[in-house]
């Protein structure tokens, strides 16, 4: 199995500041990665695909970069309606998913 | 847009055998060439991708529980469903069904994607 490590696991951050999470895998990937959103008791929901292509609907303040084994997810600036666990999910073979990182308003 | 909606019994005994049904509205299995997928999540931690079934039938399945899941579409092609065996307190979870983001894409084996279309989820509880 590909492992995926998510650092931090837990953020806070203020509104309106920049927020960064990373993902990392314990193989190449290229670009099979995505990040999904959780709110509590809900489903998670796709928020970016192929590690930078923003899902339909999805506000531009989000954004995904990196390749290979490195990636990043970003929100731009920090709104209360992001508050939620995000999880980076692989692809490239049987999918996995990363630990989750739990991002609260500060 | 499609739908899907998680139902199941809520609570199962250890070692009984565990029948979820996922039921798709806004288009039927057959209709369109994706895969659909199961992801279960015990309380408070990540998730785990279960296995996943194609409308001809093709199936994949997590390593770690090959040798007790079987995941089948229903003839109406409006369902699909997993059934778990020998199932223990570790299999407490909240389960999902999904949908693949987009048509599936094969050479040798088919390739696999993001999830794009999620249901709301079914609590499981095995417990005596």
């Known amino acids: 199995d590909i492992q995926m490590t998510q650092s931090p696991s837990s953020l806070s951050a203020s509104v309106g500041d920049r927020v960064t999470i990373t993902c990392q895998a314990s193989?190449?990937?290229?670009?099979?990665l995505n990040w999904y959103q959780q709110k509590p008791g809900k489903a998670p929901k796709l928020l970016i695909y192929?590690?930078?292509n923003l899902e339909t609907g999805v506000p531009s303040r989000f954004s995904g970069s990196g390749s290979g084994t490195d990636f990043t997810f970003a929100i731009s600036s920090l709104q209360p309606e992001d508050i939620a666990t995000y999880y980076c999910?692989?692809?490239?073979?049987?999918?996995?998913f990363g630990q989750g990182t739990r991002l609260e308003i500060k | 847009q499609v739908q899907l909606q998680e139902s199941g019994p809520g609570l199962v005994q250890p070692s009984q055998t565990l029948s979820l049904t996922c039921s798709v509205s806004?288009?039927?299995?057959?209709?369109?060439?994706?895969?659909w997928n199961w992801i279960r999540q015990p309380a408070g931690k990540g998730l785990e991708w279960i296995g996943r079934i194609h409308a001809n039938g093709s199936t994949n399945f997590n390593p770690s529980l090959k040798s007790r899941v079987t995941i089948s579409v229903d003839t109406s092609n409006t369902q699909f469903s997993l059934e778990l065996s020998s199932v223990t307190a570790a299999d407490t979870a909240v389960y999902y069904c999904?949908?693949?983001?987009?048509?599936?894409?094969?050479?040798?084996?088919?390739?696999?994607?993001?999830?794009?279309?999620w249901g709301q989820g079914t609590v499981l509880t095995v417990s005596s």
């Open positions: 193989q190449d990937i290229s670009n099979y």
């Open positions: 806004g288009g039927s299995i057959s209709s369109g060439n994706f895969y």
């Open positions: 999904a949908r693949d983001l987009r048509s599936a894409y094969c050479g040798g084996d088919c390739y696999f994607d993001a999830f794009a279309f």
């Open positions: 192929d590690a930078s």
């Open positions: 999910q692989q692809y490239d073979s049987l999918p996995t």
